[in-house]
């Protein structure tokens, strides 16, 4: 039965698919509307994962070419292969995990009930590599394996309710509503990135309202600017890698005929993608008002970032761009203060890169989404380089990979010092909450005038 509920907890089609029955069920709808409503949110974020897995399987040939072009060596920057590579190692921390993320998520939905954080997390896979993360670091600590339980399944509960919270003032700035919340794990690296584009920026030049001459009007239209961009970095790559090399990834196919085929199925993938999106956010949040009103009057879905694409196009495919300039200086960066390299992620700086872009373009305008981009790439690489040599992965048989999550990268830190860290948790949880209040106390008051 716990192996049941984990696969369901670890695949978010079916989290959502349930959330969404549970929601329309409570708002007693007919038979037929909560099955159809169930079934195409289930489907819709089955064609967004579709659309990201796309996207993942086109740019695998750029970043090994990227890798050889730039003769560059060093360690790839996955949490998700750091966080299975920990659970396939050491036995402790693939059992105690799954408890932590199974309780974590009770505890977070508890929570979201009866504190002013009306925040359910929903993205399954971020919840995985959080509860890895805390069973590691309880693991080091030198907890016991009851204690390990414990201590995790609390503290992925806070965690999971606290970072919806502190993105969400941007959020709503971006959204214009308050129906959806980020669940991710690059939060704090995303809202400190825009938060410095807020302070160099100029918020009254939105990306989004930028005007172009009517000859390059097609700029406007999502597929095209991306295809664009991606046809500038793959043909830089596989015309500096030549055909040679190229060959092992396109066979007999012509190596330009490869690199552009590629951009263009990248380009592909993101327009599945927001089309994933926009279907189960059509049925997920009119659905989840049934939990809103019922189990948790006021709670809030936590979604995967690719919610937020469709809000600011020009601002993500900024954010891309500049996260990548971010990633190299830091690589670089990194390389001489800690002497290890960090390699570039172009994965997460399309898909946490897009959004730091899109969050400081709501803080910074256009401006402010280049700067944010920039510096959120380059925390991402010189952190985890950072990350790499404060603790020692190879002890358990984590090799050549390092962490991309910065929120993961902050987590393990504070749990190197357990008391310490807990404390800051503990105290930043109560600090939200108050904010929270105060923004719920002014917004009645607003109503009220």
């Known amino acids: 039965m716990l192996s049941l509920i984990l696969d369901i ?11 969404a029955m549970i929601g329309l069920m409570l708002q007693k709808k007919s038979a037929g509307q909560v099955f159809a409503g169930s079934l195409k949110t289930a489907l819709g974020m089955l064609v967004l994962s579709a659309g990201a897995g796309l996207i993942v399987s086109e740019i695998l040939p750029f970043v090994d070419l990227f890798t050889k072009v730039f003769n560059l060596s060093g360690f790839a920057t996955s949490s998700e292969a750091v966080v299975g590579a920990m659970q396939t190692s050491v036995p402790i921390i693939a059992s105690t995990s799954a408890l932590i993320m199974a309780i974590g998520f009770l505890v977070n939905v508890l929570l979201a009930r009866i504190t002013p954080l009306k925040y359910i997390f929903l993205t399954g896979h971020m919840m995985w590599i ?5 069973s590691y670091s309880l693991y080091v600590a030198k907890f016991s394996e009851p204690m390990i339980i414990i201590l995790g399944s609390l503290l992925q509960g806070i965690i999971l309710t606290l970072l919806p919270a502190i993105a969400q003032p941007m959020v709503r700035n971006i959204t214009g509503t308050n129906s959806i919340a980020m669940g991710h794990l690059t939060t704090l690296g995303t809202t400190a990135s825009a938060q410095v584009g807020k302070l160099l920026g100029d918020k009254s030049k939105s990306a989004e309202d930028i005007k172009l001459p009517e000859s390059l009007d097609f700029f406007k239209d999502t597929s095209v600017s991306v295809s664009l961009v991606m046809t500038i970095f793959y043909l830089i790559v596989v015309i500096a890698a030549g055909p040679k090399v190229v060959s092992e990834y396109a066979g007999n196919q012509n190596f330009i005929v490869f690199g552009l085929l ?18 189960f956010l059509g049925e997920l949040v009119p659905a989840f008002k049934g939990i809103a009103d019922r189990l948790v009057p006021g709670a809030i879905p936590a979604l995967d970032v690719p919610a937020l694409f469709g809000f600011a196009p020009n601002s993500l495919m900024i954010g ?12 670089f960066v990194s390389s001489a203060v800690f002497k290890v390299t960090p390699l570039v992620s ?16 709501s803080t910074g305008g256009r401006r ?58 503990i105290s930043v949880y109560i ?9 719920q106390k002014n917004k009645e008051k607003a109503a009220t005038l």
Request: proline share 2%.
């Open 320 to 331: 891309f761009v500049t996260a990548i300039v971010g990633m190299i200086i830091g690589m």
């Open 9 to 19: 907890l670890g695949t978010p089609a079916m989290i959502l698919g349930i959330i």
């Open 130 to 134: 959080s509860s890895v993360a805390l």
């Open 431 to 439: 600090l939200v909450s108050y904010l929270e209040l105060r923004y």
């Open 262 to 279: 590629k951009a263009m199925g990248f380009a592909a993938g993101v327009l599945i993608l927001l089309q994933g999106v926009r279907m």
């Open 346 to 361: 172009i994965i997460g700086a399309f898909f946490t890169g897009g959004v730091a872009g899109i969050m400081g373009n």
């Open 368 to 425: 402010g989404s280049v700067i944010s981009g920039l510096t959120y790439g380059f925390l991402l690489i010189f952190l985890s380089g950072f990350l790499y040599t404060i603790f020692d992965f190879s002890a358990i048989g984590v090799v050549g990979v390092g962490h991309d999550c910065i929120d993961i990268m902050v987590l393990m830190l504070l749990l190197k010092n357990p008391t310490i860290g807990i404390l800051v948790i």
